[in-house]
């Protein structure tokens, strides 16, 4: 049996579209200009469900939050790189944050308990203004166990 093509719009990608917003602290926002190529990345690490083996096959118990990392090539020769410093060098606990994507169709992902994970400064040799950022925080997931209490 012969299939046509669907003629799907396959979308359009778009990487000015990408942000990452800090609600308590509008000077941290990063925004597509303050990024190098690599730009942002969410990653969920973990398991969304614990299965646990029985003796006859599995339970299957859901966490309520992943635990996520959002890492941000910043731009060093931006003023919020800066302030990406002093946040660290102060206090690394930054809260809540919205990482946007690269496309209107994907949803805008919000973190809470974020903390400053990591940050590399790169190479101070002229050759690459990358400032790698990796924040750590949690997405509330499983909604539904909560009607369960």
Request: aromatic share 4%; hydrophobic share 40%; proline share 9%.
């Amino acid at each position: 049996m012969a299939v046509t093509n669907p003629g799907i719009a396959r979308g359009v990608l778009n990487r000015v579209r990408c942000s990452v917003v800090v609600p308590s602290d509008p000077t941290l926002n990063i925004t597509a200009p303050n990024m190098g190529r690599q730009m942002a990345r969410l990653q969920f690490e973990g398991q969304l469900v614990n299965q646990i083996p029985t003796a006859t096959g599995l339970v299957n118990s859901p966490e309520p939050y992943a635990i996520c990392s959002i890492t941000i090539a910043l731009l060093r020769t931006q003023p919020v790189a800066a302030a990406w410093l002093a946040v660290i060098q102060n206090n690394s606990n930054i809260k809540n944050v919205t990482i946007h994507s690269d496309t209107s169709q994907f949803p805008e992902i919000s973190l809470q308990d974020v903390v400053v994970s990591r940050i590399d400064p790169g190479p101070f040799d002229a050759t690459n203004p990358d400032v790698q950022i990796v924040l750590k925080g949690a997405m509330p997931v499983n909604n539904n166990l909560w009607s369960y209490a």
